[in-house]
């Protein structure tokens, strides 16, 4: 899987209250996820489909499928619960095509999707007050 994250700090997002519908206690990111979905809809003009935001057992999620290239981005807590300072939160971006065992031996992804993806949520994530990158795994 060609996998990248950046982590970074923000008191934006909730952090602090625990949902009903939360999976576990450190689900947070729901709102953290359809901001960012939001942030980077101006990739629609590029062919690229973007999925409502997921809940996973480590955080959020939405889908941004180019072609037939699916991308997961990964918004993931990291903590072992609300916590009153500002959160740290890692973004993952990655190349998915799930259980297909076809697609995931023999096809090969669109690298130029993938990066314009990761290059445009780096940009807005690195461009917004209120919002610091601690480091960079791209």
Known sequence: MDLKSLTVESDLFE????KPHFINPCCFGEDFAVWLRQQVVDLTAAGFELSQPIQEDYGWGFWATHGEDPFWIALSFC???????????VVS??????????????HKHDR???ARLR????????TT????VIS???
């Open 93 to 106: 971006i990655g190349y998915d095509p799930g259980l297909n065992v076809v697609k995931r031996l023999f």
């Open 129 to 132: 007050p209120g919002i610091r």
């Open 79 to 89: 903590g072992d619960g609300p916590t009153e300072e500002p959160a740290e939160w």
């Open 15 to 18: 952090h602090r209250e625990v």
């Open 112 to 114: 130029q999707a993938l």
């Open 119 to 126: 290059d445009r949520v780096w940009q807005v994530l690195g």
């Open 136 to 138: 960079d795994e791209a």
